[in-house]
């Protein structure tokens, strides 16, 4: 079964640039995740998407931060414009739809994209 | 607000050596779940397990344990007769009743490092 793609793995930006990354899920998973996660800490949720829907952005910058889930598939993180402080990597996630005896609640992560800014 | 503490930074021993992986949390939910990933150098953070709240029972899987005690707020995981493919950053996780599915707060996570 194929995982969690992401692309580019690297990027290497000057501050105010704009970036984007992609991520397209396992196949049947509804869910998907975008998660940030800084030089020595653990991820942070950014947004989280049912299909097409966003569940949850609360954590998003969204005035320089936005994300698209395109038909309830593949999705796009973009920043504009952007900061040094958002160097990071930055992980895609998904999972099934949560269900009467899915206990488990178990994410499968992609290997993110490492942003550089400069 | 929650909140999840891994004290230890970096922890290093030597293959078949045990490890214990410590792990405190902070909620005021009565309902939460707790959770340990693996994230190996290649990124990909994998799953490991989940716990709830109301399910205190020790675990154990394979080489791998997990010792829960609301008392002490803690989520401990011990890894028995550590092996070199061990090496990875270890994450423990807690996810608020209210909350949705999938939105976790992260430790810090431990860098483990078993030496041949």
């Known amino acids: 079964e194929a995982g969690v793609a992401q692309s580019p793995r690297y990027k290497i930006i000057e501050k105010r640039q704009s970036v984007a990354f992609w991520c397209n899920p396992i196949s049947g998973h509804a869910t998907l995740y975008w998660y940030q996660q800084i030089l020595g800490q653990g991820p942070k949720l950014l947004i989280q998407?049912?299909?097409?829907?966003?569940?949850?952005d609360s954590q998003l910058p969204k005035d320089r931060f936005s994300a698209e889930r395109l038909k309830g598939v593949d999705s796009t993180l973009k920043i504009q414009p952007a900061k040094l402080e958002d160097s990071a990597v930055y992980l895609c996630a998904s999972s099934l739809v949560p269900g009467r005896g899915r206990t488990n609640e178990k994410l499968f992560f992609g290997s993110g994209t490492q942003l550089s800014v400069l | 607000a929650q909140k999840v503490t891994q004290a230890q930074t970096e922890i290093s021993v030597v293959e078949k050596e045990d490890v214990t992986l410590d792990c405190v949390y902070e909620t005021r939910d009565t309902t939460y779940y707790l959770f340990w990933y693996k994230q190996p150098p290649s990124g990909e953070l994998v799953f490991l397990i989940r716990?709830?709240?109301?399910?205190?029972q020790n675990e154990i899987s394979g080489r791998y344990s997990w010792n829960f005690q609301k008392s002490t707020s803690s989520f401990n995981f011990t890894i028995t007769a550590s092996q070199v493919v061990d090496s990875a950053v270890y994450f423990c996780a807690l996810r608020a009743g209210g909350t949705s599915y999938g939105k976790l707060t992260f430790g810090q996570g431990t860098i483990l490092t078993v030496h041949p």
């Open positions: 716990r709830n709240s109301f399910d205190e």
């Open positions: 998407f049912q299909n097409n829907g966003v569940v949850d």
